[in-house]
Each structure stands twice: as structure tokens, then as C-alpha cells.
């Protein structure tokens, strides 16, 4: 699922964006987004967000693996990446959130850590919100894609600023959710989990 949406996201929601701009501003606006292109796909599902000059918030970076772990990549993580996961949790689209857009809009941006040792890899996901956010839903959401999506993992208690800490056969998962936004560690262990969430 995640792949078929990522090609497709330009033409299901750029036709719409485009068709947004041109009812707002005709050809103007639309030659006025080629000179000055959105920045983030949160401003895509969102046209509003473009239209009012919103720019992506550069999230504190996830947590870091001791030796001998190596960061292998960062790269960004944005509102259209957390919606294929929301439509799919799993890869199964009958799991998908009641309604994966809407928690989104407090998207403000997202960097994507892979680590890796030898065979094994690690991820540590840091999702900025909003400044605008009042009340996140994007947390919830969050928590709910990770339960649905590996749902054969046991709820563990986690520590007190943990949101959803999962105890799984192959991996483990903290999401912690409060004043730096969003933070997920996924990894082989809860410990090096806890490390990535920072």
C-alpha cells in the first residue's frame, strides 16, 4: 500500500491542490506555485497551510544508538508518509484509522533516522506539530497506527512520559508525545527504543 500511494500521491491529491489554487486565483495562483512550489506535503493535503505561507518546522532530531550502531540515513518523514501508514496499518488497508487525513493537519515536520548494526536496524522518528496546535491528535494517531499495525505485540508499562511503549518477537516500540512533539524508537530492544526517542 505504501508504495502504490507514494507513486500516486501527485496525481490524487496534486490534481486537487492545482484545481484549489486555479478556483482561488486562476492561472495566476497556479504560475505563482511554479515559482514558489510548496514545500512539504502536509501543504498539498492541506492547501490552506500554502496559501497562508506555513512553512515545515525543522523537528528536534531522534535520540542516538551507542556503539557499535551506525546512522546509516536521515531523511525527511512527512504528512503524506504518516498517511500511508495511517491507510494501512500493517499493510492492510481493513486496519486503516477511521479517518487517517484529519490528524495530520498538525503535522509541522518530520526527519526519519535508520540505524543499523550488522543485520539488525533501528528507527527513530521525530514528528514536529504545529505551533498553531492546540490539541494534538496526530499523538493518538500515532499510537493507534503502531497498535494496529503489529498487533501480535504486548502493551508493556512503559515509563512516565511514554505514550505506547510494545513489546514485540522481533521488535520493541516507544511513542512518547509532549512539548517536542511526537518521538517514535523502534528497535530490537526496549532500551536502544528508549535511546531513539531521546
Known sequence: HYLQQERAFPYVYGLPFVCGLYAEGGWEAVNRAYEKPPNSTAEILFPDQYLDG???IDPRP???LPGPWSLESVDQF???NLLWLFEAPGDDPSRA???PVAPLD?????ELHLWTEGDLSAVGISIAERESVIRSDLCLAVVDWYRDAFPAADQVDGLAKEDLT???DRQDAVIACGRQGVRIGIAPTLPLARDLVG
Not at 106 to 110: I, T
Request: aromatic fraction near 4%; avoid cysteine; charged fraction near 25%.
Open 106 to 110: 498538525d503535522w509541522g515536520g518530520g
Open 54 to 56: 506555513e512553512t515545515a
Open 166 to 168: 510494545m513489546d514485540g
Open 97 to 99: 484509522l477511521a479517518d
Open 62 to 64: 531522534p535520540g542516538r
Open 78 to 80: 512527512g504528512a503524506a
